[in-house]
């Protein structure tokens, strides 16, 4: 079903205008409202009267996570913290949190856009819809749930966590739709399979995102749970999940274009890439009131197609995520730099700077483990000091990543050294 | 008292010959070995004729090395002798962390490495109840 098909199905010149008449609005209350942008485009000889269509676009200045985290935590906030209703925030590269926030208007635009990734998932009123993405800070439980709530499906807020209680509800409440991340869904079906009971539920749809997963993946779901699985996008310095989402054709996600611009640049030359050429993502938000931003670069590699979709939407597609353009790697839904542990690291004096990430995904979920190299002064004769060591790297690591980690203590020099850029991670996941 | 390497080895195959290896290489005889493992990593103890050889050699091939003192007690082969020794540990309230041995001494009675919380405590309380504790130059012979 489209849920909003003014919208949705506009014919491209209608998105031009629509997209022309919301962009040069915005600009002209970001200008006046965020001192940062305001700066920016006056270095660059730039006034709001120079922005009138979504041409003009590649005039403005780029946003990165850098720009973010030197404005924490609400410095690109362009409306009086009063306005701000819902304040979000994922983990950042140097221990400062991302922060975003959403106005009123904000939430119901997300709700919006949540509930059309749910009508496309065929999802509607009369389903009972698990969400297990992590309610809290994170934007992945709250996300979902507002938009099942907006579409007026049943909610049943599982968060993340008690596999057991989750199969438990969904077989005695008769839940149709699940939203998690593609990992956890197929711990779920294993776990369903072992105890006999994967032909005991009646889920039909599955709502994934939070981490990149491959077509396989998504075969491999829907042939052991019987159902349809489709791909949700979002980031939440943009706005959280649904961004964009794929359709039943499975060909591209939709981005809803009446809200957030897509680019693709070349991530070293900054021009943009042709049509199916595959380059860096980038969004422009056009309604966002809290925290509007210019031309975000996401670090996402993919492509762009604007054909019209056999599902009959006209928005803009983008393909599966190639990778990243940095070193950032995405576990259980958790963002993780490399550059994280090492600084976490560098705070217990008994470690090496020395070490090395090994991401694997056992029995469908992700795992992390951190191997650390011991140092021939802190080696201690005793395994009971050697055991709490490892301890306490994994206590430090935990709280500041987020995430359980598995800590490995090495042999000193057995981690590779190298001349320029030393490989931090290897990562096991098969998924391209 | 005698000097034992302490060396840190990860738990995998081929692991401990890397270290037997090296000291082979450099013509150093071992005395005693035993490995305390957990399933990640394993300290590998040993008792050598050189022991700063040994630490040198083995630095040199990349491993992490301690150097400590131990307590090598002469045990003779009877009935009653180790059972004897514990009891004078314990009466010492002295704790023993582990202990492992050396049994060929070319003709010389065993050798068992005892390590406790106090080594210097550990050696006199057993020399007063008449135990011969072992210097290094016993075992580098
Ligand atoms: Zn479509």
């Given at each position: 079903?489209?849920?909003?098909?003014?919208?949705?199905?506009?014919?491209?010149?209608?998105?031009?205008?629509?997209?022309?008449?919301?962009?040069?609005?915005?600009?002209?209350?970001?200008?006046?409202?965020?001192?940062?942008?305001?700066?920016?485009?006056?270095?660059?000889?730039?006034?709001?009267?120079?922005?009138?269509?979504?041409?003009?676009?590649?005039?403005?200045?780029?946003?990165?996570?850098?720009?973010?985290?030197?404005?924490?935590?609400?410095?690109?906030?362009?409306?009086?913290?009063?306005?701000?209703?819902?304040?979000?925030?994922?983990?950042?590269?140097?221990?400062?949190?991302?922060?975003?926030?959403?106005?009123?208007?904000?939430?119901?635009?997300?709700?919006?856009?949540?509930?059309?990734?749910?009508?496309?998932?065929?999802?509607?009123?009369?389903?009972?819809?698990?969400?297990?993405?992590?309610?809290?800070?994170?934007?992945?439980?709250?996300?979902?749930?507002?938009?099942?709530?907006?579409?007026?499906?049943?909610?049943?807020?599982?968060?993340?966590?008690?596999?057991?209680?989750?199969?438990?509800?969904?077989?005695?409440?008769?839940?149709?739709?699940?939203?998690?991340?593609?990992?956890?869904?197929?711990?779920?079906?294993?776990?369903?399979?072992?105890?006999?009971?994967?032909?005991?539920?009646?889920?039909?749809?599955?709502?994934?995102?939070?981490?990149?997963?491959?077509?396989?993946?998504?075969?491999?779901?829907?042939?052991?749970?019987?159902?349809?699985?489709?791909?949700?996008?979002?980031?939440?310095?943009?706005?959280?999940?649904?961004?964009?989402?794929?359709?039943?054709?499975?060909?591209?996600?939709?981005?809803?274009?009446?809200?957030?611009?897509?680019?693709?640049?070349?991530?070293?030359?900054?021009?943009?890439?042709?049509?199916?050429?595959?380059?860096?993502?980038?969004?422009?938000?056009?309604?966002?009131?809290?925290?509007?931003?210019?031309?975000?670069?996401?670090?996402?590699?993919?492509?762009?197609?604007?054909?019209?979709?056999?599902?009959?939407?006209?928005?803009?597609?983008?393909?599966?995520?190639?990778?990243?353009?940095?070193?950032?790697?995405?576990?259980?839904?958790?963002?993780?730099?490399?550059?994280?542990?090492?600084?976490?690291?560098?705070?217990?004096?008994?470690?090496?700077?020395?070490?090395?990430?090994?991401?694997?995904?056992?029995?469908?979920?992700?795992?992390?483990?951190?191997?650390?190299?011991?140092?021939?002064?802190?080696?201690?004769?005793?395994?009971?000091?050697?055991?709490?060591?490892?301890?306490?790297?994994?206590?430090?690591?935990?709280?500041?990543?987020?995430?359980?980690?598995?800590?490995?203590?090495?042999?000193?020099?057995?981690?590779?050294?190298?001349?320029?850029?030393?490989?931090?991670?290897?990562?096991?996941?098969?998924?391209? | 008292?005698?000097?034992?390497?302490?060396?840190?080895?990860?738990?995998?195959?081929?692991?401990?010959?890397?270290?037997?290896?090296?000291?082979?290489?450099?013509?150093?005889?071992?005395?005693a070995?035993a490995?305390?493992?957990?399933?990640?990593?394993?300290?590998?103890?040993?008792?050598?004729?050189?022991?700063?050889?040994?630490?040198?050699?083995?630095?040199?091939?990349?491993?992490?090395?301690?150097?400590?003192?131990?307590v090598a007690v002469e045990l003779e082969d009877k009935p009653g002798e180790l059972d004897g020794m514990f009891r004078v540990i314990a009466d010492a309230?002295l704790?023993v962390?582990y202990i492992y041995s050396i049994v060929l001494r070319n003709g010389k009675v065993p050798l068992m490495i005892v390590n406790t919380?106090?080594?210097?405590?550990t050696a006199?309380v057993l020399k007063e109840h008449g135990y011969i504790v072992a210097?290094?130059?016993?075992?580098?012979?």
């Amino acid at each position: 079903m489209i849920w909003n098909e003014t919208k949705e199905c506009m014919s491209r010149d209608e998105i031009h205008k629509l997209q022309s008449v919301r962009l040069s609005k915005m600009v002209d209350r970001v200008y006046h409202n965020v001192e940062f942008y305001r700066k920016k485009m006056q270095q660059m000889g730039l006034e709001p009267g120079d922005i009138v269509s979504i041409d003009d676009l590649k005039k403005l200045p780029f946003t990165t996570k850098n720009d973010l985290r030197d404005n924490y935590p609400f410095g690109l906030f362009a409306v009086p913290q009063s306005e701000v209703v819902r304040i979000h925030a994922s983990s950042g590269t140097t221990g400062k949190a991302t922060v975003v926030g959403y106005t009123r208007k904000d939430i119901d635009l997300w709700q919006e856009c949540v509930a059309r990734v749910l009508a496309m998932a065929g999802v509607g009123p009369q389903d009972k819809i698990q969400v297990a993405y992590g309610y809290g800070l994170f934007t992945g439980g709250l996300g979902l749930h507002y938009g099942a709530e907006n579409l007026g499906a049943t909610v049943i807020p599982m968060s993340s966590g008690n596999t057991q209680k989750l199969i438990t509800m969904m077989q005695d409440f008769g839940v149709t739709a699940i939203a998690c991340t593609p990992s956890y869904l197929l711990h779920i079906a294993e776990t369903l399979e072992e105890a006999g009971q994967i032909n005991n539920i009646q889920l039909k749809a599955a709502i994934c995102g939070a981490e990149p997963w491959t077509e396989n993946m998504r075969k491999e779901i829907e042939a052991k749970l019987h159902l349809k699985a489709y791909d949700i996008y979002g980031l939440s310095e943009i706005l959280g999940p649904g961004v964009a989402a794929d359709c039943e054709y499975h060909k591209g996600l939709h981005v809803y274009e009446d809200h957030f611009v897509p680019e693709i640049i070349n991530p070293d030359t900054l021009e943009p890439c042709k049509e199916g050429e595959v380059g860096e993502l980038v969004f422009t938000t056009l309604t966002k009131e809290a925290l509007p931003l210019f031309r975000y670069r996401t670090k996402d590699l993919t492509s762009i197609t604007y054909d019209k979709c056999e599902c009959g939407r006209t928005l803009a597609r983008i393909d599966r995520f190639k990778g990243r353009s940095d070193d950032m790697l995405i576990i259980r839904g958790v963002n993780v730099f490399p550059s994280q542990v090492e600084t976490a690291l560098l705070e217990i004096a008994e470690t090496s700077p020395h070490y090395m990430l090994i991401v694997d995904r056992i029995n469908n979920l992700d795992t992390l483990e951190v191997q650390v190299e011991v140092e021939e002064r802190f080696f201690s004769d005793e395994i009971r000091q050697l055991e709490s060591l490892t301890k306490k790297i994994a206590h430090v690591l935990q709280s500041a990543l987020g995430l359980s980690v598995k800590v490995k203590l090495v042999e000193p020099k057995t981690i590779q050294r190298s001349e320029g850029k030393a490989k931090r991670v290897i990562d096991n996941r098969k998924l391209i | 008292m005698i000097k034992q390497l302490s060396v840190f080895v990860q738990n995998e195959i081929g692991s401990l010959a890397n270290v037997t290896s090296v000291l082979k290489d450099n013509m150093i005889n071992l005395r005693a070995i035993a490995s305390f493992d957990t399933p990640e990593f394993a300290i590998l103890r040993i008792v050598v004729d050189q022991p700063e050889k040994a630490k040198e050699v083995l630095n040199a091939g990349g491993f992490a090395v301690k150097v400590t003192e131990a307590v090598a007690v002469e045990l003779e082969d009877k009935p009653g002798e180790l059972d004897g020794m514990f009891r004078v540990i314990a009466d010492a309230k002295l704790g023993v962390n582990y202990i492992y041995s050396i049994v060929l001494r070319n003709g010389k009675v065993p050798l068992m490495i005892v390590n406790t919380e106090d080594l210097t405590k550990t050696a006199s309380v057993l020399k007063e109840h008449g135990y011969i504790v072992a210097e290094q130059e016993d075992v580098n012979a």
